[in-house]
C-alpha cells in the first residue's frame, strides 16, 4: 500500500516560516521524483517545487528564493521549507511521487493546509 503522509502545515503570519514533511511508504523511493503542490481556492492545482534523486530541483517563479525542497532517501521523506511567507503561500499543499520516467505510477498525499495571515 502506499502512502504520503503530509505534516507540518497550519497557521502562520506573513513574514513567518513553516516546514512541511512528507513520509512515503510503499514505494522505492529512490526512483521516484518527489514534488510540492499546492492548490488555492477557487484555482488550479499548481506545481510549487520538484526534486529528483540526484538533488536536481525545481521551483515555481512565485518561490523561488523564498522555499527549499530537499529530501531525505534513509528517512523516505521530502522537506518543503517555506521562508518569508505569504497570504498568496494560502492554499492546500500536496506531497506527490512520480516514478522516473514512467508517469502511470503516480501518487498524492492527502494535503495540508497552510494558511498565512496579514
Known amino acids: 500500500q502506499v502512502q504520503l503522509v503530509e505534516s507540518g502545515g497550519g497557521l502562520v503570519q506573513a513574514g513567518g516560516s513553516l516546514r512541511l514533511s512528507c513520509a512515503a511508504s510503499?514505494?522505492?523511493?529512490?526512483?521516484?521524483?518527489m514534488g510540492w503542490y499546492r492548490q488555492a481556492p477557487g484555482e488550479q492545482r499548481e506545481m510549487v517545487a520538484t526534486?529528483?534523486?540526484?538533488?536536481?530541483?525545481n521551483y515555481a517563479d512565485s518561490v523561488k528564493g523564498r522555499f527549499t525542497i530537499s529530501r531525505d532517501n534513509a528517512k523516505n521523506t521530502v522537506y518543503l521549507q517555506m521562508n518569508s511567507l505569504k497570504p498568496e503561500d494560502t492554499a492546500v499543499y500536496y506531497c506527490n511521487a512520480e516514478r522516473m520516467y514512467d508517469s502511470r505510477y503516480n501518487y498524492w498525499g492527502q494535503g495540508t493546509q497552510v494558511t498565512v495571515s496579514s
Open positions: 510503499g514505494i522505492i523511493f529512490s526512483i521516484y521524483v
Open positions: 526534486i529528483t534523486n540526484g538533488g536536481r530541483t
